[in-house]
């Protein structure tokens, strides 16, 4: 073999190795095919046969020669050529082009990435052009002529009554102020049963119910028995009304319940219970019954279990998460969940959890635009207690109602607050846009220009002992201020039955000082102010009826009065008359239901009808109706 010949093998030989190591490197395989259609040297070296190359040079040799000759010099004299021979043989443009289309390629799949990002943006910037299009359909309709029969919510309402699911349980709450070691002890406590009997001789049985978004069922809550369901009603302008219905064959239950209710028999009530552990209306009867016995537990328990039952009967389209959810409160089948969700709003407030009652109370007031709770009425309180200032401005901004909210004593107050601590946090290095609006000062000034009779109730409820507060209500205006309105006067005495524990701090008693304090200085230059402002509370609440008289002042209480055991037994029946009560499935339909509540109220004992009256379903507004029949007839 010629020297030529054995040199350009060689080199080919050498040029191999690096050519199969980098493409041993799976990240640079596109690269080389690149780089070798570049570079100078023959291309696929590797490929190549060697013994197509010999043959070239010598045709006299035998193939047999040829085949062993030029494979042992090769591997001999590449072993001394590539100890000789720098280990960076590669040239210097070549790893340099390496390197720039390294980078390259990164710059593309970053400007690829960008670009995706931004095409996101754009999609969800097309998306977001009817964010609200239940609103927009309404104002088509309007516009086309059609009728809305129902009061719809406004473009912000549905906004502001979102409910954050993150903050809709207490437990969520109480781990974030106690930790879940705290919380999770007192949860293995509840779910121990009270009585031993369970663990004598008898297998207990923990049953698992499913997860709910209003609470969290223990797991001595016994399996849901489907006795209700939820219809859908209707579809009116982009909102879904429903309505809750009994199960055909559990439809008897409600009849008996009223039977053992006008008896006033609490044991017939229990036996339903006992057969039937899932009916509303007995559940939130006994947890009536336990809140006036003080076994608070127990109270809400019942409540949280009548909730668990109401809950496991929704319709697949309902959800407090939705903004198009209506559930009217005149249909009799639906006043059991606003009842069990005003009851569980308070006692979220008693156990300090106050911002899952808020989220509650806008649940509870999204339901029903007629409010039949008056949660309007302490959606402010709960605001202000869990610190959502900005929140409620929103809400007092963007929530409408026959009247504006402001005017309202609850609100017009409450507005004062909030703003007093968004004040006192932006001093303390918050920022805060509400630069151009009214001072905390100047809205307490209008409160109580508007409701100057909110004053002395305030300072006997809390009560405010400074000797300040006695010259301030010796003033003429404060004095002998009067409501002028019966469901203003009944919506004053909600409110400071409400919130008279937020004037206890000594930060807003000073404010409310200096605020009247300016009223009076105000007064003394201009006296016709008051008589601007007595106009605005005349126009805002015009009625001479009491239009918020179901609205009970104990609702919104704190305090709940207590009876003792000896004092209900008198409304507990005979004990083997409650399982008379229940006859079995197959006969339910045909119980004859004749009511035995006890008509004649005169000439009674006066403790015995005020005992009764305590009860939830006594109602003796028609007793007098028919007493005034029979003397007619008389």
Not at 78 to 107: G, I
Not at 239 to 254: A, G, K, L, M, T
Not at 350 to 375: I, M, Q, T, Y
Not at 571 to 599: C, S, Y
């Amino acid at each position: 073999m010629s020297a030529r010949l054995l040199r350009r093998v060689l080199q080919e030989r050498e040029s191999a190795p690096q050519d199969s190591a980098a493409a041993a490197d799976v990240e640079r395989e596109e690269e080389e095919e690149d780089e070798e259609e570049e570079l100078a040297s023959p291309p696929r070296a590797a490929a190549r046969n060697f013994f197509d190359l010999l043959d070239e040079g010598e045709e006299e040799e035998k193939e047999d020669e040829v085949s062993e000759q030029p494979v042992a010099v090769s591997y001999t004299e590449q072993k001394h050529s590539v100890n000789k021979k720098p280990s960076n043989v590669v040239p210097e443009t070549n790893k340099k082009s390496k390197k720039k289309k390294k980078k390259n390629k990164a710059d593309t799949q970053v400007s690829t990435k960008l670009k995706d990002e931004k095409s996101l943006d754009a999609i969800l910037e097309d998306l977001s052009i009817e964010k609200k299009p239940m609103q927009q359909r309404v104002q088509n309709e309007r516009s086309s002529g059609k009728k809305i029969e129902i009061n719809e919510t406004t473009p912000g309402t549905s906004y502001v009554l979102s409910i954050d699911p993150k903050h809709l349980k207490a437990e969520n709450e109480m781990r974030r102020i106690f930790g879940s070691k705290v919380v999770d002890s007192l949860e293995n406590q509840r779910n121990v049963p009270s009585s031993s009997r369970q663990f004598r001789g008898v297998r207990r049985v923990v049953h698992n119910p499913r997860k709910t978004i209003l609470v969290t069922p223990a797991s001595y809550f016994p399996p849901w028995d489907k006795s209700m369901s939820m219809d859908l009603v209707e579809t009116k302008s982009g909102f879904n009304y429903f309505r809750y219905i009994y199960d055909p064959s559990v439809s008897h239950v409600q009849e008996l319940f009223e039977v053992a209710k006008s008896a006033n028999d609490l044991n017939a009530i229990a036996a339903i219970l006992a057969k039937y552990p899932y009916h509303p209306e007995s559940l939130l009867t006994f947890a009536e019954l336990f809140k006036y016995s003080g076994e608070h537990q127990s109270s809400a328990d019942a409540v949280e279990k009548c909730l668990f039952a109401l809950e496991c009967a929704w319709h697949p389209l309902f959800s407090p998460l939705h903004n198009n959810c209506q559930l009217k409160y005149g249909h009799d089948t639906n006043k059991p969940f606003f009842t069990a969700l005003f009851s569980h709003m308070k006692n979220l407030d008693r156990r300090g959890c106050h911002r899952s009652a808020l989220e509650v109370c806008k649940f509870l007031l999204s339901l029903d635009s007629d409010d039949p709770k008056g949660a309007l009425f302490c959606i402010d309180y709960f605001a202000l207690r869990s610190q959502q200032y900005k929140w409620l401005e929103q809400f007092a901004e963007e929530y409408h109602c026959d009247n504006s909210l402001w005017l309202f004593p609850n609100f017009s107050f409450s507005l004062a607050i909030s703003r007093f601590y968004i004040e006192r946090d932006a001093t303390n290095g918050e920022a805060s846009d509400h630069s151009d609006k009214s001072t905390s000062v100047d809205l307490m000034k209008q409160a109580l220009m508007l409701h100057p009779s909110v004053l002395r109730k305030i300072v006997d409820k809390a009560p405010l002992k400074d000797s300040s507060w006695t010259q301030i209500l010796r003033n003429v205006f404060f004095g002998s201020a009067k409501p002028g309105s019966p469901s203003l006067e009944h919506i004053i005495n909600i409110y400071v039955e409400r919130h008279y524990i937020m004037w206890r701090f000594p930060e807003l008693q000073n404010l409310l000082k200096d605020a009247a304090l300016l009223v009076i200085e105000s007064l003394k230059q201009d006296n016709r102010e008051a008589q601007d402002w007595a106009c605005v509370r005349k126009e805002a609440f015009p009625s001479d009826k009491n239009e918020y008289s179901h609205l009970l002042v104990s609702d919104f209480s704190d305090t709940t009065p207590s009876l003792p055991p000896e004092e209900l037994r008198p409304f507990m029946g005979v004990p083997g008359m409650a399982h008379e009560m229940l006859p079995p499935v197959e006969q339910a339909a045909g119980v004859e239901i004749r009511p035995r509540a006890p008509r004649e109220v005169a000439g009674r004992n006066a403790a015995a009808v005020f005992l009764e009256s305590l009860l939830p379903w006594v109602d003796y507004g028609d007793n007098r109706q028919d007493a005034n029949d029979r003397n007619n007839e008389d």
